[in-house]
């Protein structure tokens, strides 16, 4: 089955505590990207990878640092957490323009 | 930039009712793609439809159809005979041509359907 794996689904943890998110896809999409979801804000970019090796910045990078070693694979690290980046993520893949978003995992950084 | 407003912020209506979300957008790009999400309760990201900014004809997919008018810059989304099961978050959202693949997402449209 064609999908898109995020780990943890839930997630509370405190204000500088280095974490990971992960993120897989089995499609062989070369394109992958995380967005934050916020109340009232709908989803913004954070980071999105054209390809292995190859990421840039989206809307709200700060704070966020992704790799991208195979191309199944876009983990999303923070390396400092903070309250503000309490938030639900989601990761998505995509092939011609139709993202296919993970279940999102809900982060609370108390 | 780009950019997409969803002025609705929330939508209640009675089942059987009708309902149209609206979505306007911004771009200086000729070339883009239009979307529509659903995210109903349970949290997930569910795909509805993607539209290219050269194919203006609308679409109907069952109770579902979408209406994309370049000259008021909108790709607005009606629910036909709205059900329960309907009521979900809607998400517009819009990906401008060139190298920079970005999706920009309005703020979403909570619509709540009664029985």
């Known amino acids: 089955e064609a999908q898109v794996t995020q780990n943890p689904r839930y997630l509370i943890t405190v204000t500088g505590k280095k974490l990971t998110v992960t993120c897989s896809q089995n499609?062989?999409?070369?394109?992958m990207s995380w967005y934050r979801q916020d109340p009232g804000l709908g989803l913004r970019q954070i980071y999105y990878?054209?390809?292995?090796?190859?990421?840039d910045k989206g809307d709200v990078p700060e704070g966020y640092k992704v790799s991208r070693k195979e191309k199944r694979n876009f983990p999303l690290i923070l390396e400092s957490p903070s309250p503000n980046q309490t938030s639900l993520y989601f990761c998505?893949?995509?092939?011609?323009?139709?993202?296919?978003f993970g279940p999102g995992t809900r982060l609370t950084v108390l | 930039a780009q950019k997409v407003t969803q002025a609705q912020t929330e939508i209640s209506v009675v089942e059987k009712e009708d309902v149209t979300l609206d979505c306007v957008y911004e771009?200086?790009?000729?070339?883009?793609?239009l979307f529509w999400y659903k995210q109903p309760p349970s949290g997930e990201l569910v795909f509805l439809i993607r539209?290219?900014?050269?194919?203006?004809q609308n679409e109907i997919s069952g109770r579902y159809s979408w209406n994309f008018q370049k000259s008021t810059s909108s790709f607005n989304f009606t629910i036909t005979a709205s059900q329960v099961v309907d009521s979900a978050v809607y998400f517009c959202?819009?990906?401008?041509?060139?190298?920079?693949?970005?999706?920009?997402f309005g703020s979403g449209t909570q619509l709540t359907v009664l029985p």
């Open positions: 998505a893949s995509s092939e011609g323009l139709r993202e296919f």
């Open positions: 499609m062989n999409h070369e394109y």
């Open positions: 990878s054209m390809n292995v090796e190859v990421t």
């Open positions: 771009t200086r790009d000729t070339t883009y793609y």
């Open positions: 539209r290219n900014s050269f194919d203006e």
């Open positions: 959202a819009l990906i401008s041509g060139g190298s920079a693949r970005q999706l920009t």
